[in-house]
């Protein structure tokens, strides 16, 4: 199981070899969130050299997403914000990709494992195909047309966000998405969700109560877990790239409150040695900084 990430900047992030097979080139990758039992990854990825792979299937459902550079999928070539997705066992013509090209790459249920195949290779369900898209060219839509997520106790469109489906998996409501907050977007309940969420700023940011997003950070959190009190950047607003492994329902929570209570006995002022270091401490990036709300001292 991916462990709870809340709240990284991948820059904080080492690199590390890329984990391709049969390929031609050279690339590394950031482990934004990495599941050690099964190989499903999070991951940013930045080629080095100009990089090819001949066709074949992946181990594991797979998408890429352009962050910049060039990315050709058998006749197709993807700039910025180019996508393109294929579950396991899917064929996926050959690939090419520019020097100095990033992306974001996902992989879901398996590991690296790619094994040459032909365009014969039949597919492991009969209603899942290769995706590739061009988000770039795709229109944003107003939560109030028709977006899966983001409406009141009331159940009314929150209004100020707009959304690009990328993918959405029919049977089990996985699905990734472009979405879009207009500048000074509010909704002010924690929410939690009956399913995972993961997301990657690309723009813009928001304050939360987890801390601050801006471009290249990241979050991967299991469900259950509550956060909100969302605030959009007043200028430059919020779009980042999101993904649930269901389709995402808000579960809200009012005057919620994080209390301890107790009398200390060998800790605090009159302990010099218990104040520093703090020897249990979440996990945070080194750009976020040490956890400073109250609740948590």
């Given at each position: 199981?991916?462990?709870?990430?809340?709240?990284?900047?991948?820059?904080?992030?080492?690199?590390?070899?890329?984990?391709?097979?049969?390929?031609?080139g050279?690339?590394?990758?950031?482990n934004?969130?990495?599941?050690?039992?099964?190989?499903?990854?999070s991951?940013?990825?930045?080629?080095?050299?100009?990089?090819?792979?001949?066709?074949?299937?992946?181990?594991?459902?797979?998408?890429?997403?352009?962050?910049?550079?060039?990315?050709?999928?058998?006749?197709?070539?993807?700039?910025?914000e180019?996508?393109?997705?294929?579950?396991?066992?899917?064929?996926?013509?050959a690939?090419?990709?520019?020097?100095?090209?990033?992306?974001?790459?996902?992989?879901?249920?398996?590991?690296?494992?790619?094994?040459l195949?032909?365009?014969?290779?039949?597919?492991?369900?009969?209603?899942?195909?290769?995706v590739?898209?061009?988000?770039?060219?795709?229109?944003?839509?107003?939560?109030?047309?028709?977006?899966?997520?983001?409406?009141?106790?009331?159940?009314?469109?929150?209004?100020?966000?707009?959304?690009?489906?990328?993918?959405?998996?029919?049977?089990?409501?996985?699905?990734?998405?472009?979405?879009?907050?207009k500048?000074?977007?509010?909704?002010?309940?924690?929410?939690?969700?009956?399913?995972?969420?993961?997301?990657?700023?690309?723009?813009?940011?928001?304050?939360?109560?987890?801390?601050?997003?801006?471009?290249?950070?990241?979050?991967w959190?299991?469900?259950?877990?509550?956060?909100?009190?969302?605030?959009a950047?007043?200028?430059?607003?919020?779009?980042?790239?999101?993904?649930?492994?269901?389709?995402?329902v808000?579960?809200?929570?009012d005057?919620?409150?994080?209390?301890?209570?107790?009398?200390?006995?060998?800790?605090g002022?009159d302990?010099?040695q218990?104040?520093?270091?703090r020897?249990?401490e979440?996990?945070?990036?080194?750009?976020?900084?040490?956890?400073?709300?109250?609740?948590?001292?």
């Open positions: 199981m991916r462990p709870h990430v809340e709240l990284i900047d991948e820059k904080d992030l080492i690199w590390h070899l890329a984990e391709f097979q049969n390929a031609t050279t690339a590394e990758q950031r934004l969130s990495y599941d050690e039992e099964d190989g499903s990854a991951l940013k990825v930045r080629f080095t050299s100009d990089w090819t792979r001949p066709a074949g299937v992946h181990r594991a459902e797979t998408e890429w997403f352009v962050l910049e550079g060039r990315v050709t999928v058998g006749d197709t070539e993807l700039g910025p180019g996508f393109w997705m294929a579950p396991a066992g899917v064929w996926t013509p690939i090419s990709v520019a020097a100095g090209t990033e992306i974001l790459l996902f992989r879901e249920r398996g590991d690296w494992g790619f094994d195949a032909d365009a014969d290779r039949e597919f492991v369900r009969p209603d899942q195909k290769l590739i898209l061009d988000s770039a060219a795709m229109p944003w839509i107003d939560v109030k047309d028709g977006s899966p997520m983001r409406f009141d106790l009331g159940g009314t469109p929150v209004p100020g966000l707009y959304i690009k489906l990328l993918h959405r998996d029919e049977k089990t409501g996985f699905y990734t998405r472009l979405i879009k907050a500048p000074g977007w509010r909704e002010e309940p924690l929410a939690h969700h009956p399913c995972s969420e993961e997301a990657y700023c690309l723009d813009g940011g928001f304050d939360y109560n987890y801390g601050k997003m801006w471009p290249g950070t990241y979050f959190r299991p469900k259950g877990i509550r956060h909100g009190d969302f605030t950047d007043a200028e430059r607003g919020c779009s980042w790239i999101v993904r649930s492994d269901a389709d995402l808000d579960w809200y929570t005057n919620a409150k994080i209390v301890m209570t107790g009398d200390a006995t060998n800790w002022p302990f010099p218990s104040m520093s270091p020897f249990i979440p996990v945070r990036s080194r750009s976020i900084g040490p956890w400073t709300d109250p609740t948590y001292q």
